[in-house]
Protein backbone atom coordinates (compact mmCIF):
# COMPACT_ATOMS: atom_id res chain seq x y z
CA UNK A 1 0.00 0.00 0.00
CA UNK A 2 1.14 3.44 -1.15
CA UNK A 3 1.04 6.50 1.04
CA UNK A 4 2.77 10.16 0.26
CA UNK A 5 5.05 10.57 -2.07
CA UNK A 6 7.01 8.02 -3.47
CA UNK A 7 7.41 5.61 -0.37
CA UNK A 8 6.03 2.34 -1.97
CA UNK A 9 5.14 -0.76 0.43
CA UNK A 10 5.44 1.57 3.13
CA UNK A 11 2.66 -0.12 4.91
CA UNK A 12 0.64 -3.79 4.39
CA UNK A 13 -2.99 -4.12 4.50
CA UNK A 14 -5.60 -6.90 3.26
CA UNK A 15 -8.57 -6.75 0.62
CA UNK A 16 -11.42 -7.68 2.84
CA UNK A 17 -14.64 -6.93 0.81
CA UNK A 18 -15.59 -6.27 -2.66
CA UNK A 19 -19.07 -5.12 -3.75
CA UNK A 20 -19.39 -4.55 -7.05
CA UNK A 21 -16.21 -2.28 -8.31
CA UNK A 22 -15.74 -1.20 -4.80
CA UNK A 23 -13.41 -2.65 -2.38
CA UNK A 24 -12.36 -2.08 0.91
CA UNK A 25 -9.15 -2.15 2.53
CA UNK A 26 -8.48 -3.35 6.54
CA UNK A 27 -5.07 -1.84 7.81
CA UNK A 28 -3.50 0.08 10.32
CA UNK A 29 -4.52 3.82 11.53
CA UNK A 30 -0.75 4.90 11.27
CA UNK A 31 -0.67 4.06 7.63
CA UNK A 32 -2.80 6.68 6.47
CA UNK A 33 -2.24 9.34 9.23
CA UNK A 34 0.57 12.23 9.03
CA UNK A 35 3.57 11.63 11.69
CA UNK A 36 2.50 10.82 15.24
CA UNK A 37 -0.97 12.61 14.88
CA UNK A 38 -5.03 11.97 14.08
CA UNK A 39 -4.72 13.48 11.14
CA UNK A 40 -5.88 11.46 8.13
CA UNK A 41 -4.18 11.74 4.35
CA UNK A 42 -6.03 13.22 1.43
CA UNK A 43 -7.19 9.58 -0.55
CA UNK A 44 -5.33 11.45 -3.36
CA UNK A 45 -2.02 10.72 -1.22
CA UNK A 46 -3.02 6.85 -0.74
CA UNK A 47 -3.34 3.88 -3.66
CA UNK A 48 -3.54 -0.06 -3.44
CA UNK A 49 -1.56 -2.13 -5.13
CA UNK A 50 -1.77 -5.57 -5.12
CA UNK A 51 0.65 -8.61 -5.98
CA UNK A 52 3.52 -11.20 -4.71
CA UNK A 53 5.77 -8.02 -5.17
CA UNK A 54 5.12 -4.41 -4.08
CA UNK A 55 7.54 -2.99 -7.02
CA UNK A 56 5.59 -4.41 -9.96
CA UNK A 57 2.22 -4.36 -8.49
CA UNK A 58 -0.46 -6.84 -10.88
CA UNK A 59 -2.84 -4.04 -10.69
CA UNK A 60 -2.94 -0.50 -8.09
CA UNK A 61 -6.73 1.18 -7.63
CA UNK A 62 -7.20 4.35 -6.61
CA UNK A 63 -8.56 5.46 -3.81
CA UNK A 64 -12.08 7.04 -2.43
CA UNK A 65 -12.51 7.07 1.18
CA UNK A 66 -10.48 6.51 4.56
CA UNK A 67 -11.44 6.28 8.02
CA UNK A 68 -9.49 5.55 10.89
CA UNK A 69 -10.65 3.82 14.50
CA UNK A 70 -11.78 7.60 16.82
CA UNK A 71 -10.31 6.28 19.68
CA UNK A 72 -6.66 5.80 17.99
CA UNK A 73 -4.62 8.45 19.23
CA UNK A 74 -2.54 8.99 16.70
CA UNK A 75 0.80 8.05 18.90
CA UNK A 76 3.09 4.90 18.69
CA UNK A 77 1.55 2.03 20.92
CA UNK A 78 -1.49 3.36 20.77
CA UNK A 79 -4.74 0.35 20.75
CA UNK A 80 -7.50 0.77 18.16
CA UNK A 81 -4.58 1.41 15.50
CA UNK A 82 -7.10 0.33 12.77
CA UNK A 83 -7.84 1.26 9.38
CA UNK A 84 -10.33 1.31 6.81
CA UNK A 85 -9.73 2.69 3.07
CA UNK A 86 -12.43 2.17 0.24
CA UNK A 87 -11.01 1.91 -3.61
CA UNK A 88 -12.73 1.71 -7.13
CA UNK A 89 -11.77 -0.61 -9.47
CA UNK A 90 -12.33 -4.24 -8.06
CA UNK A 91 -13.95 -7.17 -9.73
CA UNK A 92 -15.42 -10.22 -9.37
CA UNK A 93 -11.58 -11.60 -9.59
CA UNK A 94 -10.14 -9.36 -6.84
CA UNK A 95 -8.99 -12.05 -4.01
CA UNK A 96 -10.64 -11.15 -0.10
CA UNK A 97 -9.63 -12.54 2.98
CA UNK A 98 -12.62 -11.96 4.97
CA UNK A 99 -12.47 -9.85 8.76
CA UNK A 100 -12.54 -12.06 11.68
CA UNK A 101 -16.06 -11.33 13.65
CA UNK A 102 -16.55 -11.90 16.95
CA UNK A 103 -18.60 -14.83 16.78
CA UNK A 104 -15.71 -16.37 14.71
CA UNK A 105 -13.09 -15.45 17.01
CA UNK A 106 -12.08 -18.01 19.27
CA UNK A 107 -8.26 -17.84 19.67
CA UNK A 108 -6.32 -18.82 22.32
CA UNK A 109 -2.87 -18.49 23.67
CA UNK A 110 -0.12 -20.75 21.67
CA UNK A 111 -3.09 -20.63 18.91
CA UNK A 112 -0.84 -20.63 15.86
CA UNK A 113 -1.78 -18.40 12.80
CA UNK A 114 -0.05 -16.51 10.26
CA UNK A 115 1.73 -13.04 9.65
CA UNK A 116 1.63 -11.94 6.06
CA UNK A 117 3.48 -8.77 4.70
CA UNK A 118 5.59 -6.88 2.82
CA UNK A 119 7.97 -5.53 5.82
CA UNK A 120 11.90 -5.76 6.44
CA UNK A 121 13.71 -9.05 6.50
CA UNK A 122 16.81 -10.36 8.68
CA UNK A 123 18.81 -9.08 5.86
CA UNK A 124 17.18 -5.53 5.50
CA UNK A 125 14.95 -4.17 2.69
CA UNK A 126 11.85 -6.45 1.25
CA UNK A 127 9.63 -6.20 -1.21
CA UNK A 128 7.92 -9.18 -1.75
CA UNK A 129 5.23 -10.22 0.41
CA UNK A 130 6.28 -12.84 2.85
CA UNK A 131 4.59 -14.87 5.72
CA UNK A 132 6.02 -16.88 8.76
CA UNK A 133 3.65 -18.95 11.51
CA UNK A 134 3.99 -17.65 15.32
CA UNK A 135 2.02 -19.43 17.66
CA UNK A 136 -0.04 -16.20 20.17
CA UNK A 137 2.24 -15.43 23.05
CA UNK A 138 -0.01 -13.03 24.73
CA UNK A 139 -3.65 -12.05 23.86
CA UNK A 140 -6.40 -9.88 25.32
CA UNK A 141 -9.50 -8.38 24.40
CA UNK A 142 -7.82 -5.50 22.11
CA UNK A 143 -4.25 -6.79 21.08
CA UNK A 144 -2.32 -10.07 20.12
CA UNK A 145 0.98 -10.78 20.73
CA UNK A 146 3.82 -12.51 19.46
CA UNK A 147 7.57 -13.34 20.84
CA UNK A 148 10.78 -12.96 18.34
CA UNK A 149 13.34 -13.32 19.87
CA UNK A 150 16.86 -13.91 17.90
CA UNK A 151 16.61 -15.15 14.35
CA UNK A 152 13.00 -16.69 14.99
CA UNK A 153 11.26 -14.10 12.42
CA UNK A 154 7.92 -11.81 12.86
CA UNK A 155 6.93 -8.85 11.80
CA UNK A 156 8.82 -5.63 11.39
CA UNK A 157 9.12 -1.92 9.48
CA UNK A 158 6.79 -2.37 6.66
CA UNK A 159 4.77 -5.13 8.05
CA UNK A 160 2.42 -2.15 9.66
CA UNK A 161 -1.08 -3.10 8.67
CA UNK A 162 -0.36 -6.30 7.47
CA UNK A 163 -2.96 -9.50 8.94
CA UNK A 164 -3.06 -11.76 10.97
CA UNK A 165 -4.47 -14.57 9.98
CA UNK A 166 -6.23 -17.82 10.89
CA UNK A 167 -4.90 -21.47 10.10
CA UNK A 168 -7.00 -23.32 7.72
CA UNK A 169 -10.19 -20.43 6.40
CA UNK A 170 -8.61 -17.97 6.09
CA UNK A 171 -9.48 -14.94 8.17
CA UNK A 172 -7.96 -11.81 9.52
CA UNK A 173 -8.03 -12.08 13.03
CA UNK A 174 -5.46 -9.27 14.13
CA UNK A 175 -3.81 -5.78 11.88
CA UNK A 176 -0.03 -5.15 12.89
CA UNK A 177 0.58 -2.41 14.78
CA UNK A 178 4.09 -2.48 16.65
CA UNK A 179 7.04 -3.79 17.57
CA UNK A 180 8.76 -3.00 20.80
CA UNK A 181 12.37 -3.45 19.74
CA UNK A 182 14.64 -1.19 16.74
CA UNK A 183 15.64 -4.49 15.38
CA UNK A 184 11.80 -6.17 15.57
CA UNK A 185 13.36 -8.65 17.74
CA UNK A 186 11.18 -7.88 21.00
CA UNK A 187 7.80 -8.40 20.65
CA UNK A 188 5.23 -7.94 17.41
CA UNK A 189 1.72 -6.34 18.48
CA UNK A 190 -1.43 -6.64 16.68
CA UNK A 191 -4.42 -5.22 17.12
CA UNK A 192 -7.23 -7.35 17.75
CA UNK A 193 -10.08 -7.57 15.00
CA UNK A 194 -12.87 -8.79 16.95
CA UNK A 195 -13.23 -6.23 19.48
CA UNK A 196 -13.71 -3.75 16.52
CA UNK A 197 -15.69 -5.64 14.17
CA UNK A 198 -18.95 -4.27 14.90
CA UNK A 199 -18.22 -0.82 15.68
CA UNK A 200 -15.93 0.24 12.99
CA UNK A 201 -15.61 -2.60 10.19
CA UNK A 202 -18.70 -3.69 9.34
CA UNK A 203 -20.48 -0.07 9.67
CA UNK A 204 -17.63 0.97 6.75
CA UNK A 205 -18.52 -2.04 4.54
CA UNK A 206 -22.01 -1.16 5.10
CA UNK A 207 -22.47 2.52 5.13
CA UNK A 208 -23.59 3.39 8.39
CA UNK A 209 -22.33 4.45 11.78
CA UNK A 210 -21.42 2.36 14.59
CA UNK A 211 -21.41 2.05 18.12
CA UNK A 212 -18.80 2.03 19.72
CA UNK A 213 -17.85 -0.43 22.73
CA UNK A 214 -16.98 0.22 26.61
CA UNK A 215 -13.79 -1.94 25.21
CA UNK A 216 -12.61 0.21 22.56
CA UNK A 217 -12.81 3.59 24.74
CA UNK A 218 -11.51 1.30 28.01
CA UNK A 219 -8.13 0.91 25.78
CA UNK A 220 -7.60 3.82 23.80
CA UNK A 221 -8.07 5.89 27.46
CA UNK A 222 -4.84 3.97 28.40
CA UNK A 223 -3.10 4.11 25.55
CA UNK A 224 -0.08 6.64 24.49
CA UNK A 225 -1.47 10.04 24.18
CA UNK A 226 -5.12 8.56 25.64
CA UNK A 227 -6.69 10.03 28.47
CA UNK A 228 -5.62 8.05 31.46
CA UNK A 229 -1.75 7.41 29.74
CA UNK A 230 -0.33 10.53 32.19
CA UNK A 231 -1.93 8.75 35.44
CA UNK A 232 -0.79 5.33 34.17
CA UNK A 233 2.95 6.80 33.46
CA UNK A 234 2.56 8.37 36.99
CA UNK A 235 2.00 4.93 38.68
CA UNK A 236 4.97 3.64 36.87
CA UNK A 237 7.36 6.12 38.76
CA UNK A 238 5.92 5.30 42.00
CA UNK A 239 7.83 3.13 44.37
CA UNK A 240 4.75 1.99 45.93
CA UNK A 241 2.87 1.30 42.81
CA UNK A 242 5.45 -0.45 40.72
CA UNK A 243 5.96 -3.20 43.76
CA UNK A 244 2.37 -3.84 43.23
CA UNK A 245 2.60 -4.30 39.49
CA UNK A 246 5.67 -6.21 40.07
CA UNK A 247 4.29 -8.56 42.64
CA UNK A 248 1.11 -8.73 40.41
CA UNK A 249 3.58 -9.43 37.19
CA UNK A 250 4.64 -12.91 38.84
CA UNK A 251 0.72 -14.01 39.28
CA UNK A 252 -1.46 -16.54 37.02
CA UNK A 253 -4.35 -16.83 39.91
CA UNK A 254 -6.68 -14.89 41.01
CA UNK A 255 -5.76 -16.09 44.87
CA UNK A 256 -2.24 -14.39 44.07
CA UNK A 257 -3.77 -11.18 42.71
CA UNK A 258 -5.59 -10.75 46.07
CA UNK A 259 -2.42 -11.47 48.14
CA UNK A 260 -0.14 -8.60 46.29
CA UNK A 261 -3.18 -6.33 47.01
CA UNK A 262 -3.28 -6.90 50.91
CA UNK A 263 0.78 -6.69 50.66
CA UNK A 264 0.53 -3.62 48.46
CA UNK A 265 -2.43 -1.68 49.46
CA UNK A 266 -1.32 1.92 48.41
CA UNK A 267 0.25 0.96 45.27
CA UNK A 268 -2.85 -1.11 44.44
CA UNK A 269 -5.18 1.86 45.23
CA UNK A 270 -2.77 4.04 43.06
CA UNK A 271 -3.02 1.83 40.19
CA UNK A 272 -7.16 1.22 40.72
CA UNK A 273 -7.23 5.29 40.44
CA UNK A 274 -4.85 4.91 37.13
CA UNK A 275 -7.04 2.45 35.30
CA UNK A 276 -10.42 1.53 36.54
CA UNK A 277 -11.69 4.68 37.97
CA UNK A 278 -10.00 7.00 35.32
CA UNK A 279 -11.36 4.78 32.43
CA UNK A 280 -14.61 4.85 34.03
CA UNK A 281 -14.90 8.16 34.42
CA UNK A 282 -13.37 9.14 31.00
CA UNK A 283 -15.87 6.63 29.29
CA UNK A 284 -19.18 6.80 30.84
CA UNK A 285 -20.91 7.04 27.64
CA UNK A 286 -19.66 3.70 26.46
CA UNK A 287 -19.31 2.04 30.08
CA UNK A 288 -22.66 3.24 31.43
CA UNK A 289 -23.74 -0.36 32.04
CA UNK A 290 -20.17 -1.91 32.72
CA UNK A 291 -20.43 -3.66 36.22
CA UNK A 292 -17.01 -2.60 36.42
CA UNK A 293 -17.98 1.09 36.62
CA UNK A 294 -21.67 1.00 38.12
CA UNK A 295 -20.93 2.44 41.50
CA UNK A 296 -23.21 0.83 44.38
CA UNK A 297 -25.15 3.37 46.48
CA UNK A 298 -22.36 2.98 49.41
CA UNK A 299 -19.18 2.95 47.60
CA UNK A 300 -18.85 -0.57 48.57
CA UNK A 301 -19.29 -3.83 46.65
CA UNK A 302 -19.98 -6.82 48.49
CA UNK A 303 -19.57 -10.87 47.33
CA UNK A 304 -22.08 -11.60 49.44
CA UNK A 305 -25.79 -10.05 48.76
CA UNK A 306 -27.38 -10.76 51.85
CA UNK A 307 -24.28 -8.97 53.74
CA UNK A 308 -24.41 -5.96 51.18
CA UNK A 309 -27.67 -5.37 52.19
CA UNK A 310 -27.74 -5.30 55.22
CA UNK A 311 -24.42 -2.83 55.24
CA UNK A 312 -26.39 -1.33 52.93
CA UNK A 313 -29.25 -0.60 54.80
CA UNK A 314 -27.81 -0.20 58.51
CA UNK A 315 -24.32 1.00 57.53
CA UNK A 316 -24.51 2.69 54.53
CA UNK A 317 -23.13 6.48 56.06
CA UNK A 318 -19.91 4.03 57.51
CA UNK A 319 -19.02 2.52 54.32
CA UNK A 320 -19.20 5.38 52.05
CA UNK A 321 -17.12 7.34 54.23
CA UNK A 322 -14.62 4.22 54.53
CA UNK A 323 -14.66 3.91 50.62
CA UNK A 324 -14.14 7.79 49.97
CA UNK A 325 -11.13 7.80 52.14
CA UNK A 326 -7.60 7.34 50.91
CA UNK A 327 -6.86 6.47 54.33
CA UNK A 328 -9.16 4.13 54.98
CA UNK A 329 -9.76 2.62 51.27
CA UNK A 330 -6.69 0.64 51.37
CA UNK A 331 -7.91 -1.32 54.64
CA UNK A 332 -10.55 -2.72 52.15
CA UNK A 333 -8.28 -5.75 51.51
CA UNK A 334 -8.95 -9.92 52.66
CA UNK A 335 -5.08 -9.19 55.13
CA UNK A 336 -5.92 -5.47 56.03
CA UNK A 337 -2.44 -3.78 57.11
CA UNK A 338 -2.01 -3.53 60.74
CA UNK A 339 -2.27 0.58 60.59
CA UNK A 340 -5.88 0.07 59.74
CA UNK A 341 -6.71 -0.76 63.45
CA UNK A 342 -6.38 3.11 63.90
CA UNK A 343 -8.31 4.00 61.04
CA UNK A 344 -11.30 5.86 62.69
CA UNK A 345 -13.61 5.26 59.46
CA UNK A 346 -12.79 1.49 59.07
CA UNK A 347 -13.59 0.87 62.83
CA UNK A 348 -16.45 2.78 62.68
CA UNK A 349 -17.59 0.23 59.15
CA UNK A 350 -16.88 -2.92 61.17
CA UNK A 351 -18.47 -1.51 63.88
CA UNK A 352 -21.19 -1.07 62.51
CA UNK A 353 -21.30 -4.31 60.94
CA UNK A 354 -20.77 -6.99 63.88
CA UNK A 355 -23.81 -4.61 65.71
CA UNK A 356 -26.25 -4.67 62.68
CA UNK A 357 -25.41 -7.43 60.51
CA UNK A 358 -23.15 -9.57 61.85
CA UNK A 359 -25.52 -12.70 61.01
CA UNK A 360 -25.97 -11.54 57.30
CA UNK A 361 -21.93 -10.70 56.84
CA UNK A 362 -20.86 -14.32 59.22
CA UNK A 363 -19.46 -12.39 61.52
CA UNK A 364 -19.56 -13.95 64.54
CA UNK A 365 -16.30 -15.07 65.62
CA UNK A 366 -17.16 -19.21 66.66
CA UNK A 367 -20.18 -19.04 64.61
CA UNK A 368 -22.59 -19.37 67.80
CA UNK A 369 -25.24 -18.06 65.17
CA UNK A 370 -26.82 -14.89 66.73
CA UNK A 371 -26.35 -11.43 65.99
CA UNK A 372 -27.48 -9.83 69.62
CA UNK A 373 -28.18 -6.06 69.54
CA UNK A 374 -26.04 -5.39 72.10
CA UNK A 375 -22.18 -5.71 71.92
CA UNK A 376 -21.38 -6.61 75.55
CA UNK A 377 -23.99 -9.28 75.71
CA UNK A 378 -23.08 -10.85 72.04
CA UNK A 379 -19.38 -10.66 73.05
CA UNK A 380 -20.37 -12.62 76.57
CA UNK A 381 -22.38 -14.93 75.05
CA UNK A 382 -20.16 -16.15 72.51
CA UNK A 383 -17.88 -17.29 75.63
CA UNK A 384 -20.33 -18.02 78.21
CA UNK A 385 -23.67 -19.52 76.09
CA UNK A 386 -22.86 -20.67 72.82
CA UNK A 387 -24.39 -23.91 72.96
CA UNK A 388 -27.53 -22.37 74.09
CA UNK A 389 -26.95 -19.98 71.21
CA UNK A 390 -26.54 -22.33 68.41
CA UNK A 391 -29.37 -24.14 69.25
CA UNK A 392 -31.79 -20.96 69.70
CA UNK A 393 -30.09 -19.82 66.22
CA UNK A 394 -31.48 -23.15 64.77
CA UNK A 395 -35.15 -22.48 65.88
CA UNK A 396 -36.43 -19.20 63.77
CA UNK A 397 -38.77 -18.62 66.24
CA UNK A 398 -36.08 -18.17 69.23
CA UNK A 399 -33.62 -16.43 66.47
CA UNK A 400 -35.66 -13.81 66.13
CA UNK A 401 -36.43 -13.28 69.87
CA UNK A 402 -33.12 -13.45 70.69
CA UNK A 403 -31.68 -10.72 67.67
CA UNK A 404 -34.84 -8.35 68.58
CA UNK A 405 -34.23 -5.18 70.55
CA UNK A 406 -37.49 -5.37 72.29
CA UNK A 407 -38.53 -9.32 72.18
CA UNK A 408 -42.23 -9.87 72.30
CA UNK A 409 -44.00 -11.23 75.08
CA UNK A 410 -44.74 -14.41 73.40
CA UNK A 411 -40.81 -15.23 73.53
CA UNK A 412 -41.11 -16.33 76.59
CA UNK A 413 -43.12 -19.37 75.54
CA UNK A 414 -39.92 -20.24 72.97
CA UNK A 415 -38.31 -23.33 75.44
CA UNK A 416 -35.25 -22.58 73.40
CA UNK A 417 -35.19 -18.82 74.18
CA UNK A 418 -35.63 -19.71 77.62
CA UNK A 419 -32.85 -22.07 78.00
CA UNK A 420 -30.58 -19.23 76.44
CA UNK A 421 -31.99 -16.65 78.90
CA UNK A 422 -31.28 -18.83 81.83
CA UNK A 423 -27.69 -19.07 80.64
CA UNK A 424 -27.76 -15.38 80.16
CA UNK A 425 -29.12 -14.43 83.81
CA UNK A 426 -26.33 -17.23 84.78
CA UNK A 427 -23.35 -15.99 83.41
CA UNK A 428 -24.06 -12.63 81.44
CA UNK A 429 -26.42 -11.03 84.14
CA UNK A 430 -24.49 -7.79 83.86
CA UNK A 431 -24.19 -7.70 80.17
CA UNK A 432 -27.45 -8.82 78.85
CA UNK A 433 -30.41 -8.81 81.45
CA UNK A 434 -32.10 -5.12 81.34
CA UNK A 435 -35.75 -6.59 82.36
CA UNK A 436 -36.87 -9.02 84.82
CA UNK A 437 -36.88 -12.63 83.25
CA UNK A 438 -40.21 -14.33 83.67
CA UNK A 439 -41.13 -17.66 84.67
CA UNK A 440 -41.12 -19.98 81.35
CA UNK A 441 -43.67 -22.84 81.64
CA UNK A 442 -41.06 -25.25 81.35
CA UNK A 443 -39.55 -24.31 85.02
CA UNK A 444 -37.22 -21.96 83.41
CA UNK A 445 -35.78 -18.94 85.74
CA UNK A 446 -38.37 -16.78 87.70
CA UNK A 447 -37.71 -13.00 87.86
CA UNK A 448 -37.02 -13.43 91.55
CA UNK A 449 -33.61 -15.32 91.25
CA UNK A 450 -34.77 -18.33 93.50
CA UNK A 451 -35.47 -21.73 92.96
CA UNK A 452 -36.92 -22.93 89.53
CA UNK A 453 -39.29 -25.41 88.79
CA UNK A 454 -37.05 -28.15 88.80
CA UNK A 455 -36.05 -27.43 92.16
CA UNK A 456 -32.42 -26.51 91.18
CA UNK A 457 -30.31 -23.55 92.50
CA UNK A 458 -29.25 -21.07 90.36
CA UNK A 459 -25.67 -19.99 91.04
CA UNK A 460 -24.77 -17.26 93.44
CA UNK A 461 -22.86 -14.73 91.18
CA UNK A 462 -22.77 -12.29 93.62
CA UNK A 463 -23.43 -8.34 92.31
CA UNK A 464 -21.54 -7.63 88.90
CA UNK A 465 -20.08 -10.68 88.54
CA UNK A 466 -20.57 -13.50 86.12
CA UNK A 467 -18.89 -17.19 86.96
CA UNK A 468 -15.67 -18.24 85.12
CA UNK A 469 -16.42 -19.96 81.69
CA UNK A 470 -20.27 -19.03 82.74
CA UNK A 471 -23.62 -21.41 83.21
CA UNK A 472 -24.08 -24.52 80.54
CA UNK A 473 -22.12 -22.34 77.62
CA UNK A 474 -18.50 -22.51 79.49
CA UNK A 475 -15.43 -22.90 78.16
CA UNK A 476 -16.19 -26.96 77.65
CA UNK A 477 -19.06 -25.92 74.86
CA UNK A 478 -16.65 -25.03 72.20
CA UNK A 479 -16.78 -21.56 71.57
CA UNK A 480 -13.33 -19.49 72.23
CA UNK A 481 -13.46 -15.83 72.63
CA UNK A 482 -12.45 -14.02 69.50
CA UNK A 483 -12.54 -10.49 68.99
CA UNK A 484 -15.70 -9.35 66.63
CA UNK A 485 -12.87 -6.72 64.82
CA UNK A 486 -11.23 -10.23 63.38
CA UNK A 487 -14.49 -11.90 62.31
CA UNK A 488 -14.36 -10.88 58.54
CA UNK A 489 -14.25 -13.72 56.32
CA UNK A 490 -11.76 -13.69 53.49
CA UNK A 491 -12.56 -15.35 49.60
CA UNK A 492 -13.29 -13.89 46.13
CA UNK A 493 -11.39 -11.31 44.03
CA UNK A 494 -8.93 -8.56 43.93
CA UNK A 495 -10.16 -6.80 47.25
CA UNK A 496 -11.68 -10.30 48.87
CA UNK A 497 -12.80 -10.22 52.40
CA UNK A 498 -16.53 -9.64 53.93
CA UNK A 499 -16.13 -6.65 51.17
CA UNK A 500 -14.60 -5.77 48.39
CA UNK A 501 -14.08 -1.03 46.98
CA UNK A 502 -15.91 -0.43 44.07
CA UNK A 503 -14.67 1.66 40.90
CA UNK A 504 -13.04 4.41 43.12
CA UNK A 505 -10.87 1.28 44.63
CA UNK A 506 -10.40 -1.29 42.40
CA UNK A 507 -8.80 -2.85 39.40
CA UNK A 508 -10.65 -4.04 35.34
CA UNK A 509 -12.05 -6.88 34.30
CA UNK A 510 -11.95 -8.51 33.55
CA UNK A 511 -9.35 -8.43 34.47
CA UNK A 512 -7.81 -8.38 38.12
CA UNK A 513 -4.98 -6.07 37.91
CA UNK A 514 -2.54 -4.53 35.65
CA UNK A 515 -1.83 -6.86 32.49
CA UNK A 516 1.58 -8.14 32.06
CA UNK A 517 1.10 -6.27 28.41
CA UNK A 518 0.55 -3.14 30.32
CA UNK A 519 3.71 -3.19 31.55
CA UNK A 520 5.91 -4.49 28.54
CA UNK A 521 4.21 -1.80 27.03
CA UNK A 522 5.08 0.97 28.94
CA UNK A 523 8.18 1.49 27.25
CA UNK A 524 9.33 2.98 24.20
CA UNK A 525 7.34 0.98 21.06
CA UNK A 526 8.46 1.46 17.22
CA UNK A 527 5.82 1.49 14.82
CA UNK A 528 5.85 -0.84 11.47
Not at 60 to 89: E, Q, W
Not at 131 to 152: C, E, R
Not at 174 to 182: E, F, I, L, P, Q
Not at 331 to 353: E, F, G, R
Request: hydrophobic letters at 30%; one cysteine or more.
Amino acid sequence: MHSGGDNWGSCTGTIIDVKGSTGYVLTAAHCVTQGETKNVMAPSQISVAMGNDYYSPSVSFPVTAVSIHPFYTGLGGSSNDFAMIRFSGATSSTPIIPAMTPAQDDLKQNTEVKLVGYGNTESGANSIRRFINKPIGYLDVSVLQYAQPGTTGGMCFGDSGGPTLTLGTERVAAVASYVTADDCKGYGVSGRVSMVYNSFVKPFLDGTTGEYTCDECWEGAFSPGGACWNKRMACFENQKCIDYITCGNKCYTAACWHTCAAQHAQGAAMWNDATTVCRCDNCSKYCSSEPRCNMPACGVEYEDALCGKCSDSKCCVEAQACADSSACAPCLVSNPPASCNSSAKYNAWQDCLSLGCASECSLLPDGCGLAIPKADCQECVENACCDQAKACADNATCKACAEASEPSASCHTNALYGDLQACQVAGCVDECVETPVTQRPDGGPDSDGGEDAGGSDKPDTGAGQRPSGGGDGGSGGGCSTTSHGAGMSHGGWLFAGLAVLWARWRRGQTGVGPASRGARRSGSVQSG
